[in-house]
Antibody, heavy 120, light 107 residues
Framework: QLQLQESGPGLVKPSETLSLTCTVSGGSISSSTYYWGWIRQPPGKGLEWIGN???????YYNPSLKSRVTISSDASKNQVSLKLGSVTAADTAVYFC????????????WGQGTLVTVSS | DIQMTQSPSSVSASVGDRVTITCRASEGISSWLDWYQQKPGQAPKLLIF???SLQSGVPSRFSGSGSGTDFTLTINSLQPEDFATYYC?????????FGGGTKVEIK
């Protein structure tokens, strides 16, 4: 059974960089069938797509975050990483990683999510 | 970016009711529309993909329809475990975008 687990600091200071890792077990991130993505949800609000990465290394980002976001992957560790720079309180959210089915376009597996709070 | 507009933002219903949620895209997305259910403190769960295909393991009381710009999620005979927030998401083109959500509450 595929499992995704987000990890990283729960508290980040304003202007610093948020760094999260998604560890995938039960499947390979090197599959050509899937993208691996990040989605976030501010407390009490809706879902916002951050970006996806393909096994080739190709990345696709939300234009609203593109200047601050980097998504990368490490096939040897079966991990996908998210870096979001110059954070503010508006970046406080639960961050989810997910597997995105490339041919038919949906997130079919999600991590449990991790809350990141931006505060001094 | 394609904007996704859901309505209503919330609905009160009773067990056994039929609930209909609509999602409108700001431009045509063919059938590239997915529906998710999210309960408090949990990750979203895929219900419907490509507008009308039921994800494996999802009860048949959930159904989706539509194409182009207008889509519908219907829950027939609402069950206690269906009280949750529902989101649509277009998968036609990057950037992926979600609707604002519809909260289904107990009447």
């Amino acid at each position: 059974q595929l499992q995704l687990q987000e990890s990283g600091p729960g508290l980040v200071k304003p202007s610093e960089t948020l760094s999260l890792t998604c560890t995938v077990s039960g499947g390979s991130i090197s599959s050509s069938t899937y993208y691996w993505g990040w989605i976030r949800q501010p407390p009490g609000k809706g879902l916002e797509w951050i970006g996806n990465i393909y096994y080739t290394g190709n990345t696709y980002y939300n234009p609203s975050l593109k200047s601050r976001v980097t998504i990368s992957s490490d096939a040897s560790k079966n991990q996908v990483s998210l870096k979001l720079g110059s954070v503010t309180a508006a970046d406080t959210a639960v961050y989810f990683c997910g597997r995105y089915n490339k041919p038919t376009g949906y997130f079919d597996y999600w991590g449990q999510g991790t809350l990141v709070t931006v505060s001094s | 970016d394609i904007q996704m507009t859901q309505s209503p933002s919330s609905v009160s219903a009773s067990v056994g009711d039929r609930v209909t949620i609509t999602c409108r895209a700001s431009e045509g997305i063919s059938s590239w529309l997915d529906w998710y259910q999210q309960k408090p403190g949990q990750a979203p769960k895929l219900l419907i993909f490509v507008a009308s295909s039921l994800q494996s393991g999802v009860p048949s009381r959930f159904s989706g329809s539509g194409s182009g710009t207008d889509f519908t999620l219907t829950i027939n005979s609402l069950q206690p475990e269906d009280f949750a927030t529902y989101y649509c998401q277009q998968s036609n083109i990057f950037p992926l975008t979600f609707g604002g959500g519809t909260k289904v509450e107990i009447k």
